[in-house]
C-alpha cells in the first residue's frame, strides 16, 4: 500500500462520513414520503472506473457496496465539471440500475481540471409511469410495462439542466411533482459529495487522497479474504423457492452451490429455474451483482465487523449465473421485482452456508419487503395520486446466540424505517385499524423466530386501486435449523364494504378497492433455531406476557405449562439426532416428487432448447407431470422425458418448436 496507515484509516472514515453526510442530505430534502420517511435511497463514491470505496453504514440501502458503475462511465465517456448522469435502465447500464424505479443519479468530481472520483446518489421513484400505479406489478412480462426507460444521459452538462429530458422523464409517470423534488434531493447530495471530497482533496492533498481511495479497497479485499479462511473449505449446495411467478402456479426454484476455497467464495447457480414471463427476474449481466451475494457481505462483516464496507469487501466473490436464468436474465425481461428473487436468492445462499457455519447462520427469514401501494384519484379528478402505505417486512430468523427480530427481516438490505402512521394517513385516503406483530407467527425454536406484522386499513376513497407486491412466503414458509420449527406464513384478505365474508386475495396484480372496503395485509414470521423444548420456560413466559406466543402455543411447541403467571416445563426433549433444515410440510410434500434428481434431469432439458421456447416449455412439462401425480402415475425419468417429448409436438404444431429440438437434446 502507497497510504500512511494512519492517514488511510482517517481518510476511510471521512470516506464513509462523507457518504452518510450525502444520504442525510438527499433524505432531508426528499419530496416523496419513500425517501425523507422510509429512506429508500442510496449513495456512494465511487473511483474514475466507477468502484465504490465510500458508502454509508447507517442510512439507506445498505447491500450496494459492490455495485459496478462502470458500464455507465463508458457509455458517456466524457465528463466535465456540473454533469450530472442519471438513468434507470438496467439493460443500458450493465446493470448499476437494477429496476425501473431506481433513478440513478452520478456527478463527476475534479479538483485542478482532473476527475478524481465519483458522486452517486438514488432514490427509489414511487412511480415512474408502467402498467400499474407505482410501476411494478408482478404479472408484468417484459420491462416496457414497467415504466419510461432512461439510458445513461446528461441531465446537466456542466451545471446546466437539460429541460428536454427532463419534461420527457417528468411527462411519462403519475406524479411528476414528486418525482422533481426527489431529483432535486440527488443533486442536492451529489454537491454535498462534490463539495466533502474537495475540501479532503485541499486538505491531504490529491496524489494522498487517490492513493488512500484505492488502498481502502485493497485493504477491504485483504481483510475479507482473511475472513474467508475461517470458513471450512468446501462446496455446499441448497435450495430455495419463491411460492410461483404469480402469473403461473409453478414455483420457482433457486438453486446454488457455493464453494469455499481458501481465501475465496463462488457462488454457481446452475439447476436454477429460466427466465419467468413476470417481474421477478434479475439482470446481473454476467457479473457478482449485489442482488446474488449481498449475504456474503454480511457473513464476512459478522466474522470480522470492523471491514471497511466498500466494494473491495466483495472482490474475493464470483458468480456463474445460467444466462437466460432468473437470476441472469437478458433483455427484455421483466425486473421489476428483482428484490423479491434477490431476497429468496440469499436465503438458498444462507441456507447452504449453514452447512459450513451453523454457529454464525440464523433460521430463514420471511423473506419478504411488501411495499403496500395506495392509488387513488387525485383532487379534482384529474390524474392519480400514489402513495407508498408502509413498506411490510415479517420476522428475521433465531441464531444460535438469541432470537430473531420482529418486523424486521432482510435488515442486510437496507435502514428501511415505517411511515408513521400519522403521515400515512395525511398523504393517503386511508383509516388504519391495525398495525403490530402477528402472535405465533415466529418459528418455535431455543432461539424463536422473529414475528410477521399485520397492517389491516380501511378505504376511504372510491375507484382506489392496491398492489401488495412482493407478497410472498404464502405457500412454502421460512425454513428452521437444527430443530427450529418453520415461521407461520402470510397471506393478503380483503373484506368489501357492507360485507362480512372475508375473501383471500391471489398473488401478484392489482386490487380494485373502494370506499368501506378493509384490507388485511400479513407478513411471514422467521424459522426457529434449535430445539423448542430446550426453550427456557421463563423465556417463553415472558413471550406469552409481551404478545409474541400464545398459551396454547407455549404448551404445544414449547412444553411449558402458563398458569397464574408462572411457568412449567412439563414436557422436555426427546433426544435423539436431527436434520441441520427444517423444510417444512408443504416443501417436503413438493419435494416427494420434484426431487433432485428429478429437477436436474428437468433444467437440463429445459435449458437444451432455444431461450424464447423455455418457459412455455417448462409450464407444459411441470402441469403435465403434476397431472400424472394427481393420477397415481410415478414419476419417474422417463415420465419426464416422455412429456418433453409431447410439448415438443404440441410446440411443434403451432410453429414454435424446431423439429427435432426436444428429441436431439
Same mark, same amino acid.
Given at each position: 500500500?502507497?497510504?500512511?496507515?494512519?492517514?488511510?484509516?482517517?481518510?476511510?472514515?471521512?470516506?464513509?462520513?462523507?457518504?452518510?453526510?450525502?444520504?442525510?442530505?438527499?433524505?432531508?430534502?426528499?419530496?416523496?414520503?419513500?425517501?425523507?420517511?422510509?429512506?429508500?435511497?442510496?449513495?456512494?463514491? %465511487?473511483?474514475?472506473?466507477?468502484?465504490?470505496?465510500?458508502?454509508?453504514?447507517?442510512?439507506?440501502?445498505?447491500?450496494?457496496?459492490?455495485?459496478?458503475?462502470?458500464?455507465?462511465?463508458?457509455?458517456?465517456?466524457?465528463?466535465?465539471?456540473?454533469?450530472?448522469?442519471?438513468?434507470?435502465?438496467?439493460?443500458?447500464?450493465?446493470?448499476?440500475?437494477?429496476?425501473?424505479?431506481?433513478?440513478?443519479?452520478?456527478?463527476?468530481?475534479?479538483?485542478?481540471?482532473?476527475?478524481?472520483?465519483?458522486?452517486?446518489?438514488?432514490?427509489?421513484?414511487?412511480?415512474?409511469?408502467?402498467?400499474?400505479?407505482? #410501476?411494478?406489478?408482478?404479472?408484468?412480462?417484459?420491462?416496457?410495462?414497467?415504466?419510461?426507460?432512461? =439510458?445513461?444521459?446528461?441531465?446537466?452538462?456542466?451545471?446546466?439542466?437539460?429541460?428536454?429530458?427532463?419534461?420527457?422523464?417528468?411527462?411519462?409517470?403519475?406524479?411528476?411533482?414528486?418525482?422533481?423534488?426527489?431529483?432535486?434531493?440527488?443533486?442536492?447530495?451529489?454537491?454535498?459529495?462534490?463539495?466533502?471530497?474537495?475540501?479532503?482533496?485541499?486538505?491531504?492533498?490529491?496524489?494522498?487522497?487517490?492513493? %488512500?481511495?484505492?488502498?481502502?479497497?485493497?485493504?477491504?479485499?485483504?481483510?475479507?479474504?482473511? %475472513?474467508?479462511?475461517?470458513?471450512? =473449505?468446501?462446496?455446499?449446495?441448497?435450495?430455495?423457492?419463491?411460492?410461483? /411467478?404469480?402469473?403461473?402456479?409453478?414455483?420457482?426454484?433457486?438453486?446454488?452451490?457455493?464453494?469455499?476455497?481458501?481465501?475465496?467464495?463462488?457462488?454457481?447457480?446452475?439447476?436454477? /429455474?429460466?427466465?419467468?414471463?413476470?417481474?421477478?427476474?434479475?439482470?446481473?449481466?454476467?457479473?457478482?451483482?449485489?442482488?446474488?451475494?449481498?449475504?456474503?457481505?454480511?457473513?464476512?462483516?459478522?466474522?470480522?465487523? /470492523?471491514?471497511?464496507?466498500?466494494?473491495?469487501?466483495?472482490?474475493?466473490? &464470483?458468480?456463474?449465473?445460467?444466462?437466460?436464468?432468473?437470476?441472469?436474465?437478458?433483455? =427484455?425481461?421483466?425486473?421489476?421485482?428483482?428484490?423479491?428473487?434477490?431476497?429468496?436468492?440469499?436465503?438458498?445462499?444462507?441456507?447452504?452456508?449453514?452447512?459450513?457455519?451453523?454457529?454464525?447462520? =440464523?433460521?430463514?427469514?420471511?423473506?419478504?419487503?411488501?411495499?403496500?401501494?395506495?392509488?387513488?384519484?387525485? #383532487?379534482?379528478?384529474?390524474?392519480?395520486?400514489?402513495?407508498?402505505?408502509?413498506?411490510?417486512?415479517?420476522?428475521?430468523?433465531?441464531?444460535?446466540?438469541?432470537?430473531?427480530?420482529?418486523?424486521? /427481516?432482510?435488515?442486510?438490505?437496507?435502514?428501511?424505517?415505517?411511515?408513521?402512521?400519522?403521515?400515512?394517513?395525511?398523504?393517503?385516503?386511508?383509516?388504519?385499524?391495525?398495525?403490530?406483530?402477528?402472535?405465533?407467527?415466529?418459528?418455535?425454536?431455543?432461539?424463536?423466530?422473529?414475528?410477521?406484522?399485520?397492517?389491516?386499513?380501511?378505504?376511504?376513497?372510491?375507484?382506489? &386501486?392496491?398492489?401488495?407486491?412482493?407478497?410472498?412466503?404464502?405457500?412454502?414458509?421460512?425454513?428452521?435449523?437444527?430443530?427450529?420449527?418453520?415461521?407461520?406464513?402470510?397471506?393478503?384478505?380483503?373484506?368489501?364494504?357492507?360485507?362480512?365474508?372475508?375473501?383471500?386475495?391471489?398473488?401478484?396484480?392489482?386490487?380494485?378497492?373502494?370506499?368501506?372496503?378493509?384490507?388485511?395485509?400479513?407478513?411471514?414470521?422467521?424459522?426457529?433455531?434449535?430445539?423448542?423444548?430446550?426453550?427456557?420456560?421463563?423465556?417463553?413466559?415472558?413471550?406469552?406476557?409481551?404478545?409474541?406466543?400464545?398459551?396454547?402455543?407455549?404448551?404445544?411447541?414449547?412444553?411449558?405449562?402458563?398458569?397464574?403467571?408462572?411457568?412449567?416445563?412439563?414436557?422436555?426433549?426427546?433426544?435423539?439426532?436431527?436434520?441441520?433444515?427444517?423444510?417444512?410440510?408443504?416443501?417436503?410434500?413438493?419435494?416427494?416428487?420434484?426431487?433432485?434428481?428429478?429437477?436436474?434431469?428437468?433444467?437440463?432439458?429445459?435449458?437444451?432448447?432455444?431461450?424464447?421456447?423455455?418457459?412455455?416449455?417448462?409450464?407444459?412439462?411441470?402441469?403435465?407431470?403434476?397431472?400424472?401425480?394427481?393420477?397415481?402415475?410415478?414419476?419417474?425419468?422417463?415420465?419426464?422425458?416422455?412429456?418433453?417429448?409431447?410439448?415438443?409436438?404440441?410446440?411443434?404444431?403451432?410453429?414454435?418448436?424446431?423439429?427435432?429440438?426436444?428429441?436431439?437434446?
Amino acid at each position: 500500500m502507497k497510504s500512511n496507515p494512519v492517514i488511510l484509516e482517517m481518510l476511510m472514515q471521512r470516506f464513509r462520513s462523507v457518504a452518510e453526510e450525502m444520504a442525510y442530505s438527499l433524505q432531508r430534502t426528499g419530496y416523496t414520503a419513500f425517501v425523507n420517511e422510509t429512506a429508500d435511497l442510496g449513495v456512494a463514491l %465511487a473511483t474514475p472506473e466507477g468502484e465504490i470505496f465510500g458508502y454509508p453504514n447507517g442510512i439507506g440501502i445498505t447491500m450496494f457496496a459492490n455495485l459496478d458503475l462502470s458500464d455507465t462511465i463508458r457509455a458517456i465517456g466524457r465528463f466535465e465539471r456540473g454533469d450530472v448522469v442519471i438513468t434507470n435502465d438496467p439493460y443500458n447500464s450493465g446493470g448499476m440500475a437494477s429496476h425501473l424505479p431506481d433513478i440513478n443519479a452520478m456527478r463527476p468530481v475534479f479538483c485542478d481540471d482532473e476527475l478524481v472520483c465519483f458522486a452517486f446518489a438514488y432514490v427509489h421513484s414511487t412511480d415512474i409511469g408502467g402498467i400499474a400505479p407505482g #410501476s411494478l406489478s408482478p404479472t408484468s412480462a417484459e420491462v416496457f410495462q414497467e415504466g419510461i426507460r432512461i =439510458p445513461p444521459l446528461k441531465l446537466y452538462r456542466r451545471d446546466e439542466l437539460n429541460e428536454d429530458v427532463l419534461k420527457l422523464v417528468l411527462n411519462n409517470c403519475r406524479i411528476p411533482e414528486d418525482n422533481r423534488g426527489d431529483l432535486r434531493a440527488m443533486i442536492t447530495a451529489l454537491k454535498t459529495g462534490e463539495r466533502r471530497v474537495q475540501e479532503l482533496v485541499e486538505r491531504y492533498g490529491r496524489e494522498v487522497f487517490s492513493a %488512500a481511495m484505492r488502498d481502502a479497497l485493497d485493504y477491504a479485499e485483504q481483510r475479507a479474504r482473511a %475472513a474467508i479462511g475461517r470458513i471450512p =473449505p468446501g462446496t455446499y449446495q441448497f435450495h430455495d423457492y419463491l411460492d410461483s /411467478d404469480v402469473a403461473t402456479e409453478v414455483p420457482v426454484r433457486l438453486q446454488v452451490a457455493v464453494t469455499v476455497h481458501r481465501d475465496s467464495v463462488h457462488l454457481n447457480f446452475a439447476g436454477t /429455474d429460466p427466465q419467468v414471463k413476470a417481474a421477478f427476474n434479475i439482470y446481473s449481466a454476467g457479473k457478482p451483482h449485489p442482488w446474488l451475494v449481498y449475504k456474503i457481505m454480511t457473513v464476512l462483516l459478522t466474522l470480522e465487523p /470492523d471491514i471497511p464496507v466498500n466494494a473491495g469487501l466483495l472482490r474475493p466473490v &464470483t458468480t456463474t449465473a445460467p444466462e437466460g436464468s432468473v437470476v441472469n436474465a437478458v433483455f =427484455p425481461a421483466a425486473v421489476g421485482l428483482r428484490t423479491t428473487m434477490g431476497v429468496r436468492v440469499q436465503d438458498a445462499i444462507m441456507g447452504a452456508l449453514a452447512q459450513a457455519l451453523p454457529d454464525v447462520v =440464523p433460521a430463514a427469514g420471511s423473506g419478504t419487503i411488501v411495499p403496500v401501494v395506495f392509488a387513488e384519484p387525485a #383532487s379534482g379528478g384529474r390524474g392519480v395520486k400514489v402513495n407508498v402505505l408502509e413498506t411490510l417486512s415479517g420476522g428475521t430468523g433465531g441464531t444460535s446466540r438469541g432470537d430473531g427480530l420482529h418486523a424486521r /427481516d432482510v435488515v442486510d438490505i437496507a435502514n428501511l424505517r415505517n411511515n408513521p402512521l400519522e403521515m400515512l394517513e395525511a398523504r393517503a385516503s386511508a383509516r388504519v385499524l391495525r398495525y403490530g406483530l402477528v402472535r405465533d407467527s415466529g418459528g418455535a425454536g431455543r432461539h424463536r423466530g422473529g414475528c410477521g406484522t399485520v397492517l389491516e386499513f380501511e378505504v376511504l376513497s372510491y375507484d382506489s &386501486t392496491i398492489i401488495a407486491r412482493g407478497m410472498e412466503r404464502e405457500r412454502f414458509a421460512a425454513w428452521g435449523l437444527l430443530g427450529g420449527a418453520c415461521g407461520a406464513k402470510g397471506s393478503m384478505q380483503v373484506r368489501r364494504a357492507g360485507s362480512s365474508r372475508v375473501e383471500k386475495v391471489p398473488p401478484g396484480g392489482v386490487l380494485k378497492v373502494s370506499r368501506g372496503d378493509v384490507v388485511c395485509v400479513v407478513t411471514a414470521g422467521g424459522g426457529g433455531y434449535g430445539e423448542p423444548l430446550e426453550r427456557d420456560p421463563a423465556r417463553v413466559l415472558l413471550d406469552v406476557v409481551n404478545g409474541f406466543v400464545s398459551t396454547d402455543s407455549a404448551l404445544r411447541d414449547y412444553g411449558v405449562e402458563i398458569r397464574d403467571g408462572t411457568a412449567r416445563r412439563v414436557r422436555g426433549p426427546a433426544g435423539g439426532g436431527r436434520a441441520l433444515h427444517t423444510l417444512g410440510a408443504d416443501r417436503e410434500d413438493y419435494e416427494k416428487v420434484w426431487n433432485l434428481a428429478l429437477w436436474s434431469r428437468f433444467m437440463e432439458r429445459v435449458y437444451s432448447l432455444p431461450l424464447p421456447m423455455r418457459y412455455e416449455s417448462r409450464l407444459r412439462v411441470w402441469r403435465a407431470l403434476e397431472a400424472r401425480r394427481a393420477e397415481g402415475k410415478p414419476l419417474a425419468l422417463s415420465a419426464l422425458d416422455e412429456a418433453f417429448v409431447e410439448v415438443e409436438r404440441t410446440l411443434e404444431r403451432m410453429g414454435v418448436a424446431p423439429a427435432g429440438a426436444v428429441l436431439a437434446a
